[in-house]
């Protein structure tokens, strides 16, 4: 029962959101300013956590397919795949969940709770097209970029790693890299990361959106929105990869 | 230029706040709604522009009936409405001169410098110049106020609604504040409702006055009137103070 109102809420929430806009030209604005906030913004740590993730991927791959009938260069074959597919795309939008969608939520809940969403109301200003729809739009813009950016770093932090321990050389690495590789994978991990954007997005959004009360219920808005973006991405990572990856 | 508030309830769940509640307002004066904590009245100015929405009744905005409105329709009233929210509602991420600004922006074709002169109008009107850089964290309580009116002006409403406009200001920035708005009233000749439990607005300037007790409208009249109603919890709540008391002698 209350899992049935959430959902038909969030669909009411999402029709809301394409009223028709006051001003085009105030949400190319908005567009923009979030595409920064959301995507640079997130540019250090999802960075870091990539380094650190193609480092780990591969020192556990060589651990684990240590074998004579395993040529060497097959570990940057398996950090290659693992980074795109699954590493770049699905764990560091799970980061991104933690990172954005807490703080979406919390900015909605907040001007929830202080009458600022009302005022805008007032104004005859549809709210929720307003505030949130560009968040939306930008974060399927602009994250897409952000994960092959981290694809290129995971990758970067395999070899380093690799290198540094001597556990396979450059050489071997690239020809690694290089061997038969599909760039469908990175079509796929892209329409992953669309689809978790908007995830992260428009439920972090309404979770912030409904927020009712005061500063305690902002916090819990806040919670929930991370911890249902994570399950439905890895759901969605799930359902995504049995249509389109078999 | 009136607003007829037409037999109207609301109810949050089980509870019952607003029963039956039906009133006029008029333009030009300075129409209070008083009553206690918790009475119903930032639920009724709610109900009035349509945040909630009534569950009975009917809100008419000088013959046009806004309850039955959808969204588009009471758009074009909206953009009528300024409203001034208890806790002031500025946006925390824009300047004071973008809050100003912002119903401007999406609505008004004005170039950038008549907005600015607007703003800096608006600002003036509320002895606030100056301040167009700093951000709602940066401003003292009754400067919000202050900007938050200013905010509500901006688009020159012809409705104003203040829900306790000078709550928790010292008693020299209210009284600047309630002349603020009176004059304001006065001068652009707008229906302006506020609600209150300021005793010294009351006796001030409450040319309508509308007293609400647990949801339901138990009084109205003038600022005149109050000394000799009789109505013991309508007296009870004027005059519980001691300096009422007085003034009542
Ligand atoms: N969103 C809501 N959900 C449930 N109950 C509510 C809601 N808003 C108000 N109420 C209830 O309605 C009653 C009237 O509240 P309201 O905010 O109108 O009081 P008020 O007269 O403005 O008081 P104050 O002077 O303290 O601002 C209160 O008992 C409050 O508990
Ligand atoms: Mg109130």
Redesign the pocket.
Known sequence: MHTLFHIGRYCIFMKGLFLKPEKISVYYKQIKLEMIDIGYGSLGISVLISVFMGAVLTIQSVHNLVSPLVPIYAIAIVTRDAVILEFSPTVVCLVLAGKVGSSIASQLGTMRVTEQIDALEIMGINSSGYLVLPKIIAAMLILPFLILITMFVGIGGGWMAGSITGLINSHEFRRGLLSGFDTYNITFASIKVVMFAFIITSVSAYQGFYT?GGALEVGQSSTRAVVWSSVLILFMDYVLTQLLLI | MKIEVKNIYKS??N?Q??EDVSVTFEKGKMNLVI????????????CMVGL?EVDKGQIVYDDRNFSDMDFKERKHIRQEIGMVF?GGALFDSLNVEKNIMFGLNMFSTMSREEKLDRVNFCLQRVNLPNVNKLFPSELSGGMKKRVAIARAIAMKPKYLFC??PN?GLDPRTSIVIDNLIEEITKEFDILTII?T?DMNTVVEMGENIVY?HK?KVWWEGTNHEIYDVDNKEFNDFIFASRIMKKLKK
Request: charged share 20%; glycine share 22%.
């Open positions: 009712e | 949050f769940g509870k706040v607003l009553g206690g904590s918790g009475s119903g009245k930032t639920v009724l100015i709610k909630y208890q829900d306790e709550s609600n439990h609400i949801g």
